[in-house]
């Protein structure tokens, strides 16, 4: 361009390079700008800071809800609280004196009246913190040093609210919530289920001889909890009973499934056919049917869970399954290619996956499979989900299947 | 004092110049393009190409570059001096002149899209109706108050005076005409209000049991929710109302100050539209046997004043009107089950220059034709003078 010259007639360089030399201090400071700090100017920081546009809306007063609570603005459904309280269910133990409960503690007691002693239970929305990071906090109180993720997985295991709870067992020095308390001795007992749903942990600190002593107390009170929600669930052996030595069941329903009471939903009652070797299993939080097939280490389970909705959408959820085998998440493609079946006169979407299972809670299965079903209904999702080890869900797809299949709403 | 300036004058017009800057330009592209691997396209696009000064990481060096901002603009006037003022024969120089006005045409588009354009989506279901649209990356907190006739009015401020406020030291926000200061803190730009239990414990304030987490930030910015600690201090008495505020939040956190209601909210930054857009009807088609969807248009009403008419959207013909151009860009909830009601999303460009483009390709064109025509005029009549 320079003398009337065009780019295209020019060598690219040529022109630069004689100029160079008279050009140099100017194409320096161009390179040179940023360090001499030609930064964007920002408002200044510890000053105030104008509010200078306004503008009047075509939103009107009544798009607004006035004085919406914190719960209300962010969506939040309070699962602990008083509240809730009322939905707890237990058999305090003889001796004991029970507390009033506040919103932490939905279950309150003095072990056997000695005010050193106490043991509660509390009920979080989500998981709480998590597992590990609650033990080593119980941990800290009792003036102990943390333990690692794996030392916490391998902790024993008892059964606390429907479920599998990891159970700790401590002895130190008891510093209290705030650490401004000081118990040599001390002995801490605890529970803790941890689920994405909600988690429960219930707790007994004091002098370790009286802990001791009360641990079978505590273990019936840990067994005795349940929600309102699984009060006068069958139990299993109820379950067990009126599939074996019903012969009502057996002459109605020839073949392995057998027709189950249906279950109460809060979208009404859900009927199911149970398929040969599944047994009830208690019920659980944000399930609404549960079963176990094989026994002890090697023991599958299946539940059904409802949620409104689309429940975050179908691949969303079939991924977060397959994140929790270690399985990628499944192209466009894969997910169209998985196979269809009807549920509910629908189509239902099946999956089937290998791998290591890592649930929510810290449990963990290796050469484990997933066998899921999801159908999306008009307002509400239904999710069939199958955990277990290979060689036990081995011969168990079809019955998966059929009990999937069998699944209907009714009045 | 002359030679300074013919030196300086020499610079901006010089073809060294100009292949320097076209070589930055090459050079943030390629490396744009490879940051995309770390990064969203939204902060690449703001690092290197709506800046003027950068650092590009090359392991622990921190390198600094030209922003494309600073390149363009170098470039617009090293075209404008060398290009066209200094131009010589610019007779026979015609068709090069003109396409010097094209290229610099073209960089003008890119200065006015950049400095007076917006952009963002419009999303609602049949039935609804709407007269803004609203970003899809940046935030404003907007005061809201009712103005006594059922409407509202908003004092607005822009994410510039709170993004910066990440510390536990509040930063002080100001206005004459408003009854109280607000004092913003911790800011998060990806959070999640979260309810305190008593098994753990936050550094953060817990206000009314809840408090805000941050949450790890997400190289995709829209998909971001950011969050910030408030405290509404009243002028009149200093009496203090603490609160938090989520991009995502269901209602607006309200106070009352002075006998007033006032409404406070984090959100997208929300653009007014010169017209209402209603949409009428929904409709999506998948491909045989899939849910993939194959074609997917939007029905609208769009009312200026006393006048409406109906108007198709659809892929690859947008609604123009008044500068604005609505595309139709997807549709949702995703999955949904057959029968679900289904929203409509439009993405909304306001761009001044949205024609210029065209215009620029038109001149650009034009003034190759008539270099190289007469180019070839030239040719033709030393080849007749030639053969003579």
């Not at chain 1, 024993?156 to 919530?177: C, K, L, N």
């Not at chain 1, 290998?354 to 079903?373: H, K, N, Q, T, W």
């Not at chain 2, 306001?350 to 005029?377: E, K, T």
């Amino acid at each position: 361009m320079q003398n009337g010259k065009c780019l295209s007639k020019l060598s690219p360089f040529a022109p630069l390079l004689p100029s160079w030399s008279a050009q140099r201090p100017l194409l320096l400071l161009l390179a040179a700008a940023p360090l001499l700090g030609l930064t964007a100017c920002g408002p200044a920081s510890g000053e105030p800071r104008l509010i200078e546009e306004w503008r009047s809306t075509a939103l009107l007063e009544e798009d607004f809800k006035w004085n919406a609570s914190t719960a209300e603005r962010f969506r939040l459904r309070r699962t602990s609280g008083p509240s809730q309280a009322s939905s707890v269910h237990y058999e305090t133990p003889a001796g004991w004196t029970e507390l009033p409960k506040n919103s932490l503690r939905q279950a309150n007691f003095l072990v056997n009246g000695d005010e050193q002693a106490e043991c509660y239970l509390t009920v979080l929305p989500g998981t709480g913190g998590g597992l590990v990071a609650n033990i080593n906090r119980w941990r800290k109180q009792m003036s102990l040093e943390p333990i690692s993720d794996a030392d916490a997985m391998a902790l024993p295991r008892s059964d606390f609210y429907g479920g599998s709870a990891s159970r700790v067992d401590f002895v130190g020095t008891w510093s209290g919530m705030s650490g401004d308390q000081s118990g040599e001795g001390f002995r801490l007992v605890g529970l803790l289920l941890v689920d994405e749903s909600a988690s429960k942990f219930l707790k007994m600190v004091g002098p370790a001889s009286l802990i001791g002593a009360a641990i079978p107390a505590f273990d019936a009170l840990a067994a005795s909890f349940h929600s309102s929600e699984s009060h006068g669930a069958p139990k299993e052996s109820h379950a067990e009973h009126s599939h074996d030595d019903d012969p009502h069941d057996h002459a109605a329903h020839a073949g392995d499934a057998k027709t189950e009471q249906p279950v109460a939903t809060n979208d009404g009652k859900l009927s199911f056919e149970t398929p040969d070797g599944w047994s009830r299993a208690p019920d659980r939080q944000m399930r609404e049917v549960t079963f176990t097939v094989g026994a002890d280490a090697d023991q599958a389970e299946c539940y059904v869970a409802l949620l409104g909705g689309t429940g975050g959408g179908i691949s969303a959820n079939m991924n977060r399954w397959r994140q929790q085998m270690g399985a990628p998440p499944l192209s466009e493609a894969e997910f169209q290619a998985l196979e269809r079946i009807e549920m509910f006169g629908r189509e239902g979407i099946l999956l089937e996956v290998d791998g290591s299972f890592s649930g929510m809670a810290g449990e963990a299965v290796s050469d484990a499979r997933l066998y899921g079903a999801v159908c999306v209904l008009s307002d509400r999702s239904v999710f069939v989900k199958m955990i277990g080890p290979i060689s036990t869900l081995e011969g168990q797809r079809d019955a998966f299947r059929s009990f999937c299949e069998s699944l209907s709403f009714g009045e | 004092m002359r030679t300074i300036l013919n030196r300086i004058s020499n610079f901006f017009g010089s073809i060294g110049l100009s292949c320097v800057l076209l070589i930055f330009l090459a050079l943030l592209t390629w490396l744009g393009t490879l940051e995309q691997v770390n990064s969203g396209l939204y902060e690449v696009q703001k690092k290197y190409f709506e800046s003027f000064i950068l650092f590009h990481d090359v392991g622990p060096l921190a390198i600094p570059l030209p922003g494309a901002h600073l390149v363009m603009g170098l470039l617009f006037v090293n075209l404008l001096w060398g290009g066209m003022v200094k131009l010589r024969n610019r007779g026979s120089m015609a068709g090069i002149l003109t396409t010097h006005i094209g290229i610099a045409l073209l960089l003008l588009a890119g200065f006015v899209k950049t400095a007076f354009s917006d952009d963002g989506h419009l999303t609602f279901f049949e039935g609804e109706s709407a007269s803004f649209y609203q970003s899809y990356y940046r935030t404003e907190i907007a005061i809201i108050h009712p103005t006594g006739d059922g409407g509202t009015a908003e004092y607005l401020i822009p994410q510039e005076l709170f993004v910066d406020a990440t510390g536990a030291r509040p930063t002080r926000l100001i206005s004459d005409e408003l009854p109280f200061d607000l004092e913003l803190r911790l800011y998060m730009p990806n959070s999640m209000p979260i309810p305190k239990g008593p098994n753990f414990e936050v550094a953060v304030p817990v206000i009314d049991g809840v408090f805000l987490r941050a949450e790890a930030y997400n190289k995709q910015v829209e998909a971001n929710i950011s969050g910030v600690y408030l405290t509404v201090v009243e002028k009149s008495s200093g009496a203090r109302h603490e609160g938090i505020l989520w991009g995502r939040a269901a209602q607006p956190l309200t106070v009352e100050v002075d006998d007033k209601a006032w409404a406070i909210d984090l959100r997208k930054e929300r653009y007014p539209l010169p017209f209402s857009i209603e949409l009428l009807k929904f409709t999506k088609e998948d491909y045989p046997g899939m849910t993939m969807a194959r074609t997917f248009e939007s029905d609208v009403i769009v009312t200026e004043g006393p006048s409406s008419r109906a108007v198709n959207i659809r892929m690859n013909e947008p609604l123009r009107d008044q500068g604005y151009v609505l595309y139709q860009s997807s549709w949702g909830p995703a999955d949904a089950p057959a029968g679900t009601p289904l929203f409509s999303t439009l993405s909304v460009v306001r761009n001044p220059a949205d024609q210029y483009p065209l215009y620029a390709c038109i001149v650009i064109a034009a003034g190759l034709i008539i270099h190289f025509s007469r180019r070839l005029v030239g040719y033709i009549q030393q080849q007749m003078r030639t053969a003579q």
